[in-house]
């Protein structure tokens, strides 16, 4: 889910931005990483429910949920509704729950040419498998597997209508370093009215400072550690800079996440997902040509930020 126009990552030459998506796609090409990747998800799901209970002192299973940027595989809000949880979500892409020549052209009327070449590709290769294993995956949890597509919106979320009824629980997942620090304000603003004054969001960006925060497959954070051969050095985009992410990024920093969100919230927790990724790989050189950056920065990549909306007069 981004807030931008498709054309502000334009600089990126075309064939890069195919060879970037197939890389992507082809990261979960066997079985074994299909399954890893749901489980994964579920596991998000599990820490989320922890987490809330443990916040507010109520049933996770009462808690009226929204999620921001629900990509193009919306896995966790279908899951969300199989386990019966109340949820809705938004994203500026249109998904495709199921190929069909009539909604790929809805996705390319809305989303361009572009978005919906991915997403029938995508669809073809890996929709039907990776559904097939989110819906084993469900059932061995118990829960028969349900979609209810009118709960999954399709807009801007710093400036479309999704309704006035107040959340208990907010979502985000690698959403947030795709929205322009202006959207970012006009989001939080919104979210600390509309969430319940014991109510919890929990955003999680991947900062750019960190390893993974340039956006390059060949760093993400299942990817780091290996030893194949790379085109680009560890923090690559905070150095030499040579190869652009396939997306749009805000380049927001921890801090700076801090400074937004803490204008109408309290910022109960910091839980980085990956303790320590990249570390082996800061040398004294590396270190010393990074130096404007402390070890936090470039050693957060993904942190869940765990937020309280503020009182009302505080936050003012």
């Known amino acids: 889910m981004k807030t931008h126009s498709a054309s502000s990552d334009a600089h990126v030459e075309f064939g890069q931005k195919w060879r970037e998506a197939l890389k992507l796609l082809s990261m979960r090409r066997d079985a074994a990483s299909r399954r890893n990747f749901i489980e994964g998800i579920l596991t998000q799901l599990d820490g989320m429910r922890s987490t809330y209970e443990r916040l507010t002192g109520r049933s996770f299973a009462e808690a009226r949920t929204f999620e921001i940027g629900y990509g193009a595989q919306p896995f966790r809000l279908i899951a969300l509704m199989s386990m019966g949880i109340r949820v809705r979500g938004i994203d500026l892409d249109m998904p495709m729950l199921r190929f069909s020549p009539g909604s790929l052209l809805k996705i390319v009327a809305r989303n361009g040419i572009e978005r919906g070449l ?43 209508d999704f309704g006035t009824e107040s959340l208990d629980l907010v979502y985000s997942q690698d959403v947030f370093e795709h929205i322009p620090r202006e959207g970012i304000e006009k989001i939080m603003a919104r979210l600390a009215t509309q969430i319940v004054p014991n109510g919890v969001a929990l955003i999680t960006p991947n900062i750019f ?86 070890d936090e920065e470039l050693l957060s990549n993904t942190v869940q930020f765990v937020l309280r909306p503020k009182p009302i007069a505080a936050s003012k």
Do not use: C
């Not at 559904?131 to 349900?146: C, T």
């Not at 085109?231 to 997306?247: C, D, G, I, V």
């Open 209 to 294: 400072t960190g390893i993974t925060g340039g956006h390059l497959p060949e760093w993400y954070w299942d990817s780091e550690d290996n030893d194949s051969p790379r085109r680009s050095e560890p923090w690559e985009h905070l150095r030499k800079n040579r190869f652009q992410a396939n997306t749009w990024l805000n380049r927001l920093s921890r801090r700076d996440y801090r400074q937004l969100f803490s204008r109408h919230f309290d910022i109960l927790e910091e839980n980085v997902q990956a303790p320590n990724l990249g570390r082996h790989r800061l040398t004294p050189e590396i270190k010393a040509e990074l130096a404007q950056w402390d």
């Open 118 to 160: 991915k997403t029938g590709v995508r669809s073809l290769l890996f929709d039907r498998r990776d559904y097939a294993d989110l819906k084993s995956a469900l059932q061995k949890r118990g829960y028969p597997m349900r979609i209810n597509s009118a709960d999954l919106l399709v807009g801007d979320a710093a400036t479309s």
